[in-house]
């Protein structure tokens, strides 16, 4: 039985007000859109208070805050009658490190003989498992009586921690000793825990699915779900956090063997998805990358980058910053998995006649492995590395070993990693293949993507910053190999910039000088000296990605101060620079509230060519090979930063009534409905056709072929450029470009 595939997605984000009784509220007028399954957030019980539902507590429960399993049968029920599937996002890596996880609670109060401790990656033999729960330091708190204990709990305010078994006393201090747990200071989590988590975040603790007990345990209720035709599709969430992905999806397709299974997996440059894989495709973050490389000028982007040196006195690359970003965050937000990962290789070279390295030298040669690693991971597991995996890392360790005295150490942790032999061996290139994704996922999209600011639009989760542009030819080469059943997506609950935020960016490759307009009026304004030219850089980006948003002033203050902790450079989480921060938002409070009293002309030209762009991008998306996931409110205009920017609620009455109206987000709502009713006259067509870029004389298209049947899909930045074919849709911007979809002789 082939799986069916859908004419489209639409992503929701579930919380926040909108639970399963409410959506079934929305179905008809996302049915009439054209779309044929609903793309929904994780349903599973949550920890208190969840926005998103990935801290998850109990995978063997249907959130009741949502509506319980009831209210998911019913909406199940409700979308079926209005022809919709349902695609369920999954989180099988981590799971909330809480005591309101009933498993995680169990093995607080019975410790490594508790029926669940095996759901937990857990490091026992370095001891009780560490709770880095405390705001300050346990002795001080201990002197303070904070601590107390009753009805088999340890307590601290709202903090309750199951106590083992016949360990409750008067003496707090020999109690804490007593148990399978140790209380620490929310400091140690940089270099003192003892579970694995999810990238640097301490609040969740990785799952070990690899054991068959432990994927049932978790996987029961997702498996009940598709087989009662409650739900039609899955998505793995952080697919490369596991042990095994590939080992992972063999076990689920083998479960569910009619089942799509799409998986969140980050293709770094040239990289393809495993083809042992057994998967529909990914979510689509290449597909977003490739429409923006599409989009961008090339010319304008050297004028741009001429400015942005010359303004900001930055000299140096994008691959620099990263380098300089991996170190950054080894040596603190993950400085307890490179301790951890040092610790088990020594354990892999025991007994090696090669060396002897002692502790310094094993972190070194780490260090030097998981910097150089230019993707998430290899997949090296059960037997030796596959010819791509030992290529890859060979690149690794070749770029590794440079200014390195010796590169013994290294060499050697190289055939491990190509060749685990002993468990010790196993299971330090499990960990290092899970550690170099956390890595890169901190340091390039968290941390140097806020530093480098060239070009924001580059700035973006799966794609690159110092590849910003696209060949023709490589562009055709993507579209020709991408895969007719992946996802193809343009903003998601995670992306940057939503997709129309992010074509205003593009737009500033085509209009550098209207940017550098912006730059020296932003330059003037009083205020502006309290802010680095780094940060002014940045801020007129994201301020030109947000002008015209409701609240925008407010909603750019917010972010500038989660861009600037980010960047860890002046201001941190733990220790931010209030002064910075409210500078830099004094400034975008003073930038738009002067483009809201009189906007410049350079502004409303880089409004209307990236109206253009949007508008292109959402053509692309739509025809290119695969099938579009719209992001809830994403038919509308819609201007975003990152999380929690981008989730926050929809107006559901406005969308709803958005086609009838006028302007830009009515346009774009009726070209969404209109293309989508299109993908499902013509799904075979779509599906089957022959896919190319065009890119020349001032206009970029995409174009698909089929049995001498051509449809393309074009910008062009004139409006009287000609077109040779049968329109089905036109759009002319203000500033005179136009985007067109036509059928035409192939």
Known sequence: MTPSIPTATYRVQLRDG????????HLGYIADLGISHLYLSPIFTAGTGSTHGYDITDPSQIDPVLGGAEGFRALARAAQAAGLGIILDIVPNHTAFSPENPWLADVLRHGPASRYAPQFDIDWQAGPLILPFLPEPFEKLMAEDAFSVSDGMWRMGDLAIPLAEGTQGDDLRDVHQAQHW????????????????????????????????????????????????????????????????????????????????????????????????????????????????MLTDGTGLQRLDADWRRVTGNDFSFHAELIRSKTDILDNELAAERRQLAGMAADAC????????????????????????PRYRSYVHDGPASAEDRALIAEVADEAAQGLRSDVVLRMLQDIICDPQTEAQHAFVTRFQQVSGALLAKSQEDTAGFRWTRFLAANEVGAEPDEPTVSAADASRFLANASPTGMVLTSTHDTKRSEDSRMRLVAISHLPQDLASLMEDTGSLPCARHVTPDWQWYLLQSALALHGAQDAGDRLAQHMEKAMREAKLTSFWSNPDENAEAAAADLGHAILDR???????????????????????????????GFPDIYRGSEDQFLALTDPDNRLAVDWDHLSD???????????????????????????????????????????????????????????????????????????????????LAWVQS
């Open 18 to 25: 909108l639970d399963f009784d409410s959506l079934s509220s």
């Open 182 to 293: 140790r209380l620490a200071h929310s400091d140690l989590d940089r270099d003192g825990i003892t579970h694995r988590r999810f990238f640097n975040v301490t609040g969740l603790i990785g799952m070990r699915v690899e054991d068959p007990r432990v994927f049932h345990d978790t996987h029961a209720l997702i498996l009940d779900l598709v087989r009662q035709g409650l739900v039609q599709g899955l998505r793995v969430d952080h697919i490369d956090g596991l042990v095994d992905p590939a080992g992972y999806l063999r076990h689920l397709k083998a479960e569910l063997p009619d089942t799509p299974i799409w998986v969140e997996k980050i293709l770094v440059r040239d990289e393809t998805l495993p083809p042992e894989w057994p998967t529909a495709g990914t979510t689509g973050y290449e597909a977003a990358r490739l429409i923006a490389r």
């Open 350 to 373: 025991a007994g090696s006649t090669v060396a002897q390295p002692g502790p310094e030298s094993l972190r070194e040669a780490v260090t030097a492995l998981l910097v150089a690693m």
């Open 595 to 625: 483009w809201q009293s009189a906007a410049p002309p350079a502004l409303d030209r880089l409004i209307a060519r990236g109206q253009s762009l949007a508008m292109a991008q959402l053509l692309f998306k739509m025809i290119m090979p």
């Open 658 to 740: 958005l086609p009838k109206g006028d302007g830009f987000g009515a346009t774009k709502a009726r070209w969404t409905r209109d293309l989508l009713q299109l993908r499902g006259q013509e799904a075979a067509f779509l599906q089957r056709a022959d896919a190319g870029a065009v890119m020349d004389d001032g206009q970029v298209a995409i174009r698909r072929v089929l049995d001498g049947r051509g449809l393309l899909a074009r910008w062009a930045d004139r409006a009287d450029a000609p077109l040779a074919g049968q329109p089905v849709l036109t759009f002319t911007a203000s500033d005179g470009s136009r985007v067109d």
